[in-house]
């Protein structure tokens, strides 16, 4: 094939190409338009209004939506912080009463090497430190010594915990009130005392009321002869 040929030839693919190029342009362009119809124009056209107002409602629903899901956090972050106040002071109340316990236990309930029961009615568990006389001890206190404040089984707290004294009224810095029972077990009345020691807040115990960070501690001290 001559050279000649073959330019032709080319020039001819080139004009059928160009042609084919040209004939196309109109759909694209017609896609472009048809495009920009349904993206751009629905923001600023005759029906702007109508799609902002969907636009809106959708917003408003998902606003309402999340202030549903913060009230239900709040609500699980309060929950969570009250129930972890609560158990603080629960273990602060169980601490002071353990403490109080562990003095009651301390005191003397044994026998002597002749078998004669020693028991001690006179230290004054009631103040820090305690005195070895003028106080009640290990005697047997009233019934309801848990109910109300009994002078010589009852004590006043500061908000660190920190004795303020006995009494049956409580001091102006007095946050907690701390109160035990002794009474001997039915079962063996003359070796065995059944102890209890109880704290609650001093709004609680002013008001006769029940508080859920109180605590009521629970043991026994029974005579040994050695």
Same mark, same amino acid.
């Given at each position: ?15 059928? @190409? @160009? ?186 115990? @002013? ?20």
């Amino acid at each position: 094939m001559s050279e000649a040929r073959v330019v032709r030839r080319r020039d001819t693919v080139g004009v059928i @190409e @160009e042609k084919r190029g040209r004939a196309a342009r109109p759909g694209l362009v017609r896609a472009l338009h048809r495009s920009v119809r349904m993206t751009i124009l629905p923001w600023f056209g005759p029906h702007a209004r109508v799609n902002a107002g969907f636009t809106l409602i959708e917003v408003s629903v998902a606003l309402a939506m999340l202030a549903t899901s913060v009230l239900g956090l709040v609500q699980v972050f309060t929950g969570t912080a009250r129930a972890t106040g609560l158990a603080r002071r629960m273990t602060v109340s169980t601490t002071l009463a353990a403490q109080k316990l562990d003095q009651l236990r301390s005191l003397a309930w044994t026998y002597d090497a002749a078998g004669v029961p020693v028991s001690d009615t006179q230290t004054d568990t009631t103040v820090v430190p305690e005195l070895v006389s003028g106080g009640r001890g290990l005697a047997v206190s009233p019934s309801g010594s848990l109910e109300t404040n009994a002078d010589g089984f009852c004590d006043f707290l500061d908000a660190q915990g920190r004795s303020l004294g006995g009494g049956t009224t409580p001091p102006l810095a007095a946050a907690y009130v701390r109160r035990w029972l002794i009474q001997p077990l039915p079962a063996d009345p003359a070796d065995t005392l059944v102890l209890q020691v109880r704290l609650l807040s001093r709004e609680a115990a @002013e008001a006769g009321a029940a508080d859920p960070g109180g605590v009521t501690l629970t043991t026994v001290r029974t005579r040994v002869m050695w």
